[in-house]
């Protein structure tokens, strides 16, 4: 695995949910996430996996900045508070930007905190959800909101529209 692709794909994919937040100024609370994190290196050798979660997670930490400067309160989601990639993204961001607080948790999925109104949740997407098993088969996130709306329909339409094939990353807005 080439470490700068893997980053410069990862950083592009930040810079989508930089763009997105921007997009909708009207949404005060962004909502990131991790899940699938394990799933997405699962396939890899245990010293890769290493290298691409410590990417990942400075990558993160930068978009969290990004986010913070314009104005949002920034949160994650997880399993529980105790995540292993989110404690390790909030150590990459206290060494990164020692004069921001970590990012908190702010409930699992499903959970109460999803009816607030103002939420950007940006999370990567799952060509396995997009592409219609219902979700059946995917246990992150999305594939709770693919089961319970018609996320996944929606990111179908708008990948055919807007990029013209689909893809296997998107942001939730």
């Known amino acids: 695995m080439e470490e700068e692709p893997f980053r410069a794909y990862i950083r592009a994919s930040m810079d989508i949910y930089a763009r997105c937040s921007e997009e909708h100024p009207e949404r005060d609370l962004c909502v990131l996430s991790a899940f699938g ?3 997405f290196l699962h396939g890899l ?3 890769e996996r290493t290298l691409l979660r410590h990417i990942i997670a400075e990558e993160m930490s930068d978009l969290v900045s990004t986010l913070r400067a314009q104005g949002k309160d920034v949160r994650f989601t997880a399993g529980d508070r105790n995540d292993p990639y989110w404690e390790l993204i909030n150590e990459k961001h206290k060494a990164q930007h020692e004069d921001q607080e970590s990012v908190p948790f702010i409930g699992s999925v499903p959970g109460k905190w999803m ?3 103002g ?3 940006l999370n990567p ?3 396995k959800s997009l592409l219609g098993n219902k979700c ?3 246990d992150s996130g999305e594939g709770f909101n693919g089961r319970n709306s018609a996320m996944n329909f929606v990111h179908f339409l708008i990948a055919v529209a807007l990029i013209g094939s689909l893809r296997t990353s998107s942001s939730v807005c």
Do not use: S, V, Y
């Open 115 to 117: 009816l607030q109104r």
């Open 45 to 47: 050798p245990e010293d």
């Open 119 to 121: 939420i950007l949740m």
């Open 125 to 127: 997407g799952d060509q």
């Open 37 to 39: 994190m394990k799933a």
């Open 136 to 138: 059946n088969l995917d």
